[in-house]
């Protein structure tokens, strides 16, 4: 019996730890306050979208708390579609807002949001949905720059930037 009692606790505090870790890997949720060592999963209330230089890719789009965001090709402008869903979004959380949305060094007409399947409105820039790089953990980052050929950082007109890309490659898919 007591050894019964041992595996149970064990059982129950690997579930609990492996709870905890899934929390906190950017699950694309819309709560805001991110995973360990400051990982935001989204964009929420009150955002901002401005510019910044960005080391190797230039001048592109951020949120409110500096991190970098990225457009993906095979999102679609006309109309704006997303195609990142699911496994896709865990590395890739949607850029998503509640609330207004102001710009500092973006043309406010270029900013919108497209209602994703679970019902959050992702920021578009230039009709592109916006998203966040997992591996991302730290203002100013752009790991995901080329990502497979298919992600990059977006400019303040919703361009891809151009100025450097990534190796391509995260061991195979970048999601």
């Known amino acids: 019996m007591h050894a019964t009692q041992h595996l149970t606790g064990y059982a129950a505090t690997g579930a609990a730890i492996l709870t905890l870790t899934l929390a906190g890997c950017g699950s694309g949720g819309s ?3 991110g995973g360990p060592a400051g990982t935001p ?3 929420t209330t009150a955002t901002t ?3 910044a230089k960005v080391d190797k890719v230039g001048t592109v789009v951020t949120d409110s708390r500096g991190y970098v965001l990225y457009r993906f090709d095979a999102d679609s402008i ?3 579609k997303v195609s990142c869903y699911g496994t896709c979004a865990v590395v890739w959380p949607a850029a998503t807002a509640k609330g207004s949305v102001t710009v500092k060094g973006i043309d406010k007409s270029l900013v919108s949001t497209v209602k994703r399947s679970g019902g959050a409105s992702q920021l ?3 009709g592109w949905p916006l998203y966040r790089y997992a591996k991302d953990d730290q203002p100013k980052e752009a790991y995901g720059q ?4 298919t992600w990059w950082a977006v400019t303040p007109t919703g361009a891809k930037a151009t100025a ?4 391509g490659s995260t061991g195979g898919s970048g999601y």
């Not at 080329?146 to 050929?149: L, Q, S, T």
């Not at 450097?164 to 190796?167: D, G, K, L």
């Open 31 to 33: 709560s805001g306050s």
């Open 41 to 43: 999963a989204a964009v």
């Open 49 to 51: 979208l401005m510019t």
């Open 78 to 80: 006309h109309p704006t």
């Open 124 to 126: 578009t820039l230039a």
């Open 146 to 149: 080329g990502v497979d050929g």
């Open 164 to 167: 450097a890309t990534s190796s």
